[in-house]
């Protein structure tokens, strides 16, 4: 069976930046998640696009319960090598501006395995958004999965609606 990074490779669970700090989502997170999420609905549906993505997430009426169920799920594969979700946080991490996700393709794209590996997406609050960091954050994540992840960068699926210039 194919895994989807291989068995000797070292998941970066951390990037940090100067402003930022990009690193494993866990549980723990959940508020600064939750409040993120709910906050931001819209936009990360314009972002992410909901034509694009595997799923109505998130919908208004999303709870906190469904939150943490979620959180759990991810914490576990990511345990397990099967998918990678991280947070993006200020340098301080007390406040959430949004996640990452890298699926392997054939999760929710079994018909696109031929020509890619992995599905990525990801969105930014309202706020963030509204200051400009999604392009700015777009690139930092591009970057780090090009300069630290064992892809082949032309094989990464980029499902966000949204894809700034240069990308």
């Not at 402003?19 to 989502?25: E, G, S």
């Not at 993120?36 to 906190?64: L, Y």
């Not at 393709?105 to 890619?116: G, M, Q, R, T």
Request: contains cysteine.
């Amino acid at each position: 069976m194919k895994t989807f990074v291989p068995e000797k490779f070292i998941i970066p669970e951390r990037l940090k930046t100067d402003k930022y700090i990009i690193r494993k989502l866990t549980v723990k997170d959940c508020k600064l998640d939750y409040e993120a999420m709910v906050s931001s609905v819209d936009i990360i549906k314009k972002v992410r696009g909901e034509t694009s993505c595997h799923s109505t997430w998130p919908s208004k009426d999303f709870t906190f319960e469904e939150n943490k169920k979620d959180l759990e799920g991810m914490e576990k594969d990511f345990s397990k090598r099967k998918a990678f979700n991280f947070t993006i946080m200020n340098k301080e991490e007390t406040k959430c501006l949004g996640s990452i996700y890298l699926f392997p393709i054939d999760l929710y794209f079994p018909k696109e395995k031929e020509k890619y590996n992995v599905d990525f997406s990801m969105w930014v609050t309202q706020e963030a958004y509204n200051q400009g960091l999604y392009s700015k954050l777009f690139s930092i994540v591009i970057n780090w999965l090009k300069r630290d992840w064992p892809w082949d960068f032309a094989r990464i699926k980029i499902r966000n609606a949204e894809v700034p210039t240069g990308f």
